[in-house]
């Protein structure tokens, strides 16, 4: 991952953002030698929310079947039917 400082950030902006788009690398930005924010190609994240909201509703219905809320296949079709009409 590559590391640049916010002032280079502020005075090479350009170059780096056509750097992030040509090689989809993160690049970390720190200030005074801690770590600050990472700048990510727009596609990359856009990704990664879609990944993290799937992951979320797969953690949400793994809770679901340990506390118990979990329907047959039967109750399922006759909730749904519901909604699709």
Do not use: C
């Amino acid at each position: 991952m590559r590391i640049e400082l916010v002032t280079t950030l502020k005075r090479h902006a350009t170059k780096i953002l056509a750097d992030l788009h040509k090689s989809k690398e993160p690049i970390l930005i720190t200030e005074h030698g801690q770590p600050s924010a990472y700048l990510v190609d727009v596609e990359d994240y856009e990704f990664m929310q879609n990944r993290m909201r799937l992951l979320e509703g797969l953690a949400r219905g793994e809770r679901a079947i340990q506390d118990g809320r979990i329907l047959t296949q039967k109750e399922a079709k006759e909730a749904m039917s519901k909604w699709l009409k």
